[in-house]
């Protein structure tokens, strides 16, 4: 099992998707962001909110590929920024990934 970091670094994005998602990570706001992506009330700690959030990029990406039309490139966009941001949220706090 890989750990979050490599997960995370391992990601093989087209280019509009990953550009998109490095100009919004500096807006990236956890508190208003990530509860919207999760749709919960009380947030995980990072590591548990980033196993969620790649979760839900893989299964964007597999629609994606499959050309579906309930592809929404703006919520992929949204969660690749807030697994980007939880990334560095993680990273300055001298959080391990599991």
Do not use: C, W
Request: glycine share 4%; no cysteine.
């Amino acid at each position: 099992m890989l750990d979050i970091h490599t997960r995370i670094a391992q990601l093989r994005r087209p280019t509009l998707l990953a550009r998109a998602a490095r100009f919004g990570v500096d807006d990236y706001r956890r508190q208003t962001h990530l509860r919207r992506i999760l749709n919960l009330e009380n947030l995980p700690k990072h590591p548990q909110a980033l196993i969620l959030l790649l979760e839900i990029e893989s299964e964007l990406n597999k629609v994606r590929r499959e050309k579906s039309g309930s592809y929404s490139p703006a919520r992929h966009v949204a969660v690749l920024i807030a697994i980007s941001g939880e990334a560095r949220l993680m990273k300055a706090v001298g959080l391990h990934a599991i």
